[in-house]
């Protein structure tokens, strides 16, 4: 694979990841809604491969890379929007 080809597959297992949290976990503001895509977006096109080769030992394929980046969209969704909750309940004294 070309890589161009390599670049759109990570592209589309992050978009893919980014909107299947969407569909499970709705933000509720316009503004979450922005910071939880791009950040689930950024890191499941960057952190799919280490994940996919160091943690869950798969394979170069089409659907394990996809699947990888889509799982590390997923959860970095979720792992942000519990953190922007922390951050925004925690007052300082």
Do not use: C, N
């Given at each position: 694979?070309?890589?161009?080809g390599a670049i759109a597959?990570?592209?589309?297992?992050?978009?893919?990841?980014?909107?299947?949290?969407?569909?499970?976990?709705?933000?509720?503001?316009?503004?979450?809604?922005?910071?939880?895509?791009?950040?689930?977006?950024?890191?499941?096109?960057?952190?799919?491969?280490?994940?996919?080769?160091?943690?869950?030992?798969?394979?170069?394929?089409?659907?394990?890379?996809?699947?990888?980046?889509?799982?590390?969209?997923?959860?970095?969704?979720?792992?942000?929007?519990?953190?922007?909750?922390?951050?925004?309940?925690?007052?300082?004294?």
């Amino acid at each position: 694979m070309d890589e161009l080809g390599a670049i759109a597959v990570k592209a589309l297992g992050s978009l893919g990841g980014a909107i299947l949290a969407l569909v499970f976990q709705p933000p509720t503001t316009t503004r979450d809604f922005i910071i939880r895509s791009v950040f689930a977006f950024l890191s499941g096109a960057l952190f799919g491969d280490p994940v996919r080769t160091e943690y869950l030992k798969w394979s170069d394929t089409f659907h394990h890379v996809v699947g990888a980046h889509a799982l590390v969209a997923l959860v970095s969704w979720w792992a942000f929007g519990a953190a922007l909750k922390v951050i925004t309940a925690w007052k300082p004294k």
